[in-house]
């Protein structure tokens, strides 16, 4: 059906959120709130007192300092699926206080990232767009994560991976690569997803085109011949088509360019752990700035694509024609998750460039400069090379 052509459709859907006016219950008495995170951000060795992280080729805590390991906490969760939430009720404000928590974050002047900081921390540059802040807290109360990804590759690894890719990279300037293999560490950063599910059941109306061919005649030059033309014919068609959507991803943040994000997938979502805040220790997570009814709203344009799929497989044909689907969606629940993600962002003459990559996998994406004098250079080059290309020519 590749290249089948595309009529406008007019389409009926509620993929674009449900709006609830509920006000919020009344904070919950001190003793059930949830844990300030500067009591749970920190791991102190149990041998030195220094501060354990979270070691991705261990699985484990260690201490840098004294190299004590600590294995993690048991989790209560005996695999299978995490638990999901109801999308209405989370509308509505209404979720359960357990399901919430509390968080001190610090919001950059010129990203508008929302990064947690430790108390101790008074100045620090952004982890995003590498703008210096001095930290002024504030609380964020927000859904809790459900599940987080642990990091799976540390450092050292993350950064060989970016320089390989910088060294790929056409007209970069001369250094960058040497500047950004001798700059300042890589970020860990557990970055915020919603993930989706819903059932769909759709009703359409359009046609079915069936291609088919006829003989016409032509003169060409007073002579009489014959060519194979072409037809489509139409029908008229209707039916249904119903999907479970199953962990539509959506990033809910807005720190980094979204298309750098994208492509850092795929994410194997099966490895996904309860979320503890010991995976955490050493690294730093970012606050949604994507709610979730923002976040649903681009679910449901992705659901809208993959419906319009499942309907020209359903019509079927040679060609088709939509024009009409109606969407009825239910059941739609939700997580918030944290993925990883090593992060550096570099400042090269003047001007932030950021760089990520995939702390499960590896993959790189990210901003680059162009050398201008490279660029010259290669175009005076191919200007030489066309014009000896000439002159030979010519003398032949």
């Known amino acids: 059906m590749a290249g089948a052509p595309f009529l406008a459709a007019t389409r009926s859907s509620n993929f674009d959120g449900i709006v609830i006016d509920i006000p919020p219950p009344p904070p919950a008495p001190a003793s059930d709130r949830p844990q300030d995170p500067k009591d749970i951000s920190r791991f102190p060795c149990a041998q030195c007192g220094a501060d354990y992280r979270f070691d991705p080729t261990q699985g484990s805590l260690t201490c840098d300092h004294c190299g004590h390991q600590k294995t993690m906490q048991d989790s209560p969760w005996q695999g299978g699926a995490l638990k999901e939430l109801d999308f209405k009720t989370a509308l509505a404000k209404q979720l359960p206080e357990a399901e919430m928590e509390v968080t001190r974050v610090t919001s950059c002047p010129n990203c508008a990232a929302q990064v947690e900081f430790s108390d101790e921390t008074h100045a620090k540059e952004c982890p995003f767009c590498a703008t210096p802040v001095v930290t002024d807290t504030g609380e964020n109360r927000h859904i809790k994560p459900k599940g987080v990804l642990p990091f ?30 001798k700059g300042r560490k890589m ?3 557990y970055v915020p997803y919603w993930t989706y599910d819903a059932q769909t059941r759709s009703q359409y109306a359009g046609q079915r085109g069936t291609v088919y061919y006829v003989t016409e005649t032509y003169q060409d030059d007073g002579e009489t011949k014959t060519r194979q033309v072409e037809k489509v014919r139409w029908s008229p068609v209707t039916g249904r088509v119903a999907r479970f959507f199953d962990d539509i991803i959506v990033l809910a943040s807005k720190s980094l360019p979204k298309r750098y994000t994208d492509a850092l997938q795929p994410w194997d979502l099966t490895a996904l752990e309860p979320y503890q805040p010991q995976y955490l220790a050493g690294f730093r997570a970012e606050a949604y700035t994507v709610d979730l009814e923002e976040g649903y709203t681009e679910a449901g344009r992705h659901m809208e694509r993959v419906i319009e799929r499942d309907v020209r497989f359903d019509i079927g044909g040679d060609r088709q024609r939509i024009s009409n689907i109606s969407t009825e969606v239910s059941d739609i629940t939700f997580k918030h998750i944290l993925l990883p993600v090593w992060l550096a962002a570099y400042k090269y003459q003047g001007k932030t460039y950021r760089f990520v990559v995939n702390g499960q996998s590896g993959r790189v994406q990210g901003e680059r400069p ?3 004098w490279k660029i010259a250079g290669a175009a005076t080059l191919a200007l030489l090379l066309l014009a000896a290309a000439a002159y030979f020519g010519a003398q032949r």
């Not at 950064?159 to 293999?181: C, I, T, V």
Request: no cysteine; glycine share 12%.
């Open 187 to 189: 970020e860990g950063i």
């Open 370 to 372: 162009y050398s201008a």
């Open 152 to 181: 799976g590759i540390e450092e050292r690894d993350a950064h060989k991976a970016m320089s390989d890719w910088l060294g790929q990279l056409w007209f970069a300037p001369n250094g960058l690569q040497e500047y950004a293999r």
